[in-house]
C-alpha cells in the first residue's frame, strides 16, 4: 500500500542505539509531518473500522489503552475518533490513586505497568497501542491490567513490528502493526 511505503520511508534509521547491534527506528519524523502523521493515524483508523470493530462480537471499541509513553501520542488520538475513552498505563509509581500492576520481562531484569483501578469496567472492548512491539513483553503486561479489571482486548496496535523477535506470539488477542521490520 503506498500509504505504508510513504510513512517507512519517513521513519530515520540510528545504528547502534540505544547499544552497539541494534538498529533504532525512529517514529519521530513521522510526527513532525503533519500529512504522515494524518496519514498514520487515519491508517490505524481504517484497520480498526474496516477489521477490529467488524469482527468483534461488541461491535465498538470502548477503550483504547496507551503505554508509557510513546503510545500517548497515538492513544488519545485514536480514542477521540473512536468516541472512546483513553486509558494509560505507566510505569509503576507515576499514576494516583488505587493501581493494579503487572511486571514483565526486561532484557536486564523485570520492569513493571500500573493502571487506575477504576480505569475499565468489566465488559469493555478494548484496543491497546503503542510504537512498536519487540518482544511483547511490555504489551502483555498491559493486556493483564486489561484482563484483572475484566477488559477485553480486542487487538494491539503498534506502528512498528520486529518480526524476527515473535513479540505477538505472547498476546492474548490479534496484533496488527503498520510496518515489519525484520533487521
Known sequence: MADIEYLRGLLKAHPDFPK????????????????????????????????????????????????DARGFLLGPIIALRLGAAFVPVRKKGKLPGECVTATYAKEYGADSFE????AIKAGQSVIIVDDLIATGGSAKAAGELVAQQGGKVLEYLFIIELSFLKGGQQLNAPVYSVIQSND
Do not use: N
Open 115 to 118: 493502571m487506575q483501578a477504576d
Open 20 to 67: 552497539k547491534g541494534i538498529v533504532f527506528l525512529d517514529i519521530f519524523p513521522l510526527l513532525r509531518d503533519p500529512v504522515a502523521f494524518e496519514t498514520l493515524i487515519t491508517h490505524l483508523l481504517y484497520r480498526i473500522t474496516s477489521h477490529t470493530i467488524p469482527q468483534s462480537s461488541s461491535k465498538k471499541v470502548d477503550v483504547v489503552v496507551g503505554l
